[in-house]
């Protein structure tokens, strides 16, 4: 999302922010004077920054379960990996969360029931991917769709650390016959309450760690679309109504915008999705894997994965990739309880 995973709900999160601040600040290459100047412009917009988010309170809904229960066939199992983004914090209803919108719009377009688990953790860093990926794997998933990477940013864990984490997670995930999806780092400049120059810096870190993932995954046999600031030009005009209450994490309708992206790519993950034709919209096309992922990183929306040229996976500059510029799917309209596509709930983890 752009910005839903970058919430730690304890308050050593803002002891993070003034540290990636200073941080920051270091980073420059700046006179020692400048330094201190700059890093006290930094530190006190996290301040600020403070102020203005409201710590995290309740956790957000579950939404574990089957949707589509009544239709035909066996039901397909989809597991939901990462931090808050994927944990949909912000919404009150199950029927809003990422998850739930995923598993109706699959559901729907694969006329066949879908199982639900949810394995994502409020806060939760790379880092903390291992233990859920152990989890989703004794339900044997078919596809899983991670999105992760906004708190090491604000963490400032290194990339290449955060990257080897989620590769790992995917390694596991495809050794064990699962399709794997992840929505790339989050564009934490999109975040309003956070100024300028620690904006600016949040963004460069964030597309950073956005193009690096999508490099790491496609090697590893997964799918990306970049989130970036996929919200953010709506968040900017319709603050109230794409904003949850606490003006960082996206309300039930961000949700559903970044369901409506990244539901074509798991399509395709699972080979349901429209077949590849040779005329490509605006944009897209085969590129080399860094190159695709440069451009994903700047154009949320943006699917990534590997491709073959001449029956060669890899060229002069790397490995193939294809780039789509997804039609956005209208996940259709949310489930209200009682109806067919309201999920039949198991017991939660």
């Not at 199992?77 to 969360?97: C, F, N, P, Q």
């Not at 078919?142 to 390694?171: C, E, F, H, K």
Request: with cysteine; net charge positive.
């Amino acid at each position: 999302m752009g910005v839903a995973g970058s919430v730690v709900p304890v308050g050593s999160r803002w002891r993070r922010v003034r540290q990636f601040a200073r941080l920051a600040a270091i980073g420059t290459g700046a006179t020692t004077a400048a330094v201190v100047a700059t890093g006290g412009v930094l530190v006190g917009q996290a301040r600020q920054a403070r102020r203005t988010i409201p710590m995290a309170e309740a956790p957000p809904p579950r939404c574990d379960g089957v949707y589509g229960a009544k239709l035909p066939g066996p039901a397909l199992t989809m597991v939901i990996l990462g931090d808050s983004s994927a944990a949909s914090y912000g919404v009150h209803r199950r029927r809003e969360t990422l998850g739930a919108l995923l598993a109706t719009g699959l559901s729907r377009r694969l006329h066949r029931p879908v199982r639900l688990r949810r394995f994502a953790v409020v806060g939760a860093l790379s880092a903390g991917l291992k233990p859920q990926v152990e989890s989703a794997l004794e339900g044997d998933p078919d596809v899983a769709v991670i999105l992760v990477g906004g708190n090491d940013v604000t963490n400032r864990t290194p990339p290449a650390v955060a990257v080897r984490y989620l590769v790992d997670a995917v390694r596991a995930l495809r050794a064990a016959g699962c399709e794997v999806v992840v929505g790339t780092c989050p564009d934490l400049g999109a975040i309003q309450p956070i100024q300028p120059p620690l904006r600016w810096l949040a963004r460069r870190w964030s597309r950073q760690l956005a193009a690096a993932q999508t490099v790491a995954v496609v090697e590893a046999g997964g799918w990306t679309v970049s989130l970036g600031d996929l919200l953010g030009p709506r968040f900017a005009a319709e603050p109230t109504r794409m904003f949850a209450w606490d003006r960082f994490h996206p309300s039930a309708e961000g949700y559903a915008v970044a369901a409506a992206a990244l539901l074509p790519t798991v399509l395709s993950a699972l080979g349901a999705g429209p077949e590849r034709r040779p005329v490509l919209g605006r944009g897209e096309g085969v590129r080399s894997l860094p190159q695709a992922a440069h451009e994903a990183a700047r154009h949320a929306g943006t699917e990534v994965s590997g491709t073959q040229v001449r029956g060669r996976d890899r060229g002069p500059a790397g490995r193939w990739a294809q780039l789509r510029r997804r039609t956005f799917f209208g996940v259709g309209v949310v489930p209200q309880p009682g109806t067919a596509d309201a999920p039949t709930l198991e017991g939660t983890s």
